[in-house]
């Protein structure tokens, strides 16, 4: 991959356009196995209370050193603003930066972005200073008006979350990318490496999955899939496909023939 | 000896010394202060004052930290007071 072909939101720097969750493995090791194999340099996670009765168990950021990725909070569980700004305002306090990811989440069974919600809790947390990455529906109007209140990216979704079922909606995700002038990350509904590639084929700067990875049955090998399938999408986006046709094109020439 | 007192900690009802401060119930938690976050009573703590901020009758604390998380991620906790 080119290096220079870097990543940038709000001043912060990507090496990696794959970015991945540290929800649903196994355990710790699985986790920081398949992150490596990712070779992803932002991993999200969540804010939750610490477990006060059991001091043993250990803390996932024993494994995954903030030194060496940008941890990146997300507000999942909220369906309300006044939730989602208050876990923000918790992340932020437990010390790792501004940025956080924004989830307003809609409804239990989709968990598809409650938008108005989402849109209203960016709007307070801006004014706060955070940096605030929104996760969005694959709506180009709704994308176009985060970005106008201040958000620095946006995130709309390929799929519902966890669904596995890929983009469901190219066009849509297609529009956002030409409409809004920040860079765009995928993020959730992805399946496999096929779906991540095609993301990054259409454009998308970056690329969000946890259940496509922890889901799999080898987490650590699905996860260098990834890595390999971003990295061939933005090469493919980068170097400029061929339009569709319908009928052939001989590659060899006529001339010289018998 | 400092009066017995009765706090809420993560939403368990818990015996604490009044007055000690959070950075004293963190110490005895085991709990170390770097990426943790501490709300008391709805206001979140700046870590700076954790040594300040003396504990009394009828306080709730939450302690918070970062745990594996994708989009979506049931917790124990649903955000809204017990």
Not at chain 1, 78 to 98: K, M, N, P, Q
Not at chain 1, 132 to 138: A, F, I, K, R, S
Not at chain 2, 60 to 73: D, K, N, V
Request: with cysteine.
């Amino acid at each position: 991959m080119d290096a220079n072909d870097r990543l940038t939101i709000a001043g912060h720097e990507f090496r990696s356009r794959l970015w991945v969750g540290t929800g649903k493995y196994k355990d710790f090791t699985e986790t920081k196995k398949a992150i490596e194999a990712s070779g992803a340099d932002v991993v999200t996670v969540a804010v939750r209370r610490v477990n006060i009765t059991d001091r043993s168990k250990e803390n996932l950021l024993d494994y995954i050193d903030p030194k060496k990725y940008t941890i990146l909070p997300n507000t999942a569980g909220c369906y309300t603003v006044e939730d989602a700004v208050r876990y923000a305002r918790l992340a932020r306090a437990a010390g790792i930066s501004d940025l956080v990811k924004l989830e307003v989440i809609g409804d239990e069974k989709t968990l598809f972005p409650d938008t108005a919600g989402l849109i209203e809790a960016a709007k307070i947390l801006i004014k706060e200073g955070f940096i605030v990455l929104p996760y969005t529906n694959d709506d180009p109007i709704v994308a176009k008006k985060l970005v106008d209140i201040g958000c620095p990216a946006v995130m709309p979704l390929a799929a519902p979350i966890g669904s596995g079922l890929g983009i469901r909606n190219p066009y849509n995700l297609k529009i956002i990318m030409e409409t809004v002038k920040v860079p765009v990350i995928v993020d959730a509904g992805v399946g496999t490496a096929s779906d991540a590639a095609l993301a990054m084929e259409y454009g998308a700067d970056a690329v969000l999955m946890n259940t496509a990875i922890a889901g799999a049955q080898y987490p650590i090998m699905m996860a260098e899939a990834m890595k390999y399938a971003v990295d061939a999408g933005r090469l493919a986006y980068r170097a400029g496909r061929i339009p569709r046709k319908l009928y052939a094109t001989a590659s060899s020439p006529i001339e010289g023939m018998l | 000896m400092a009066n017995e007192i009765q706090i809420h900690v993560n939403g368990e009802p818990r015996g604490w010394r009044d007055g000690d401060s959070v950075a004293d119930l963190l110490k005895d938690l085991a709990i170390a202060t770097e990426r943790v976050a501490v709300e008391l009573n709805l206001e979140i703590l700046d870590r700076k004052d954790f040594g300040q901020r003396g504990l009394r009758e009828g306080d709730r604390i939450e302690i918070l930290g970062f745990i594996g998380g994708g989009c979506e991620t049931k917790g124990e906790w649903d955000g809204r007071e017990r």
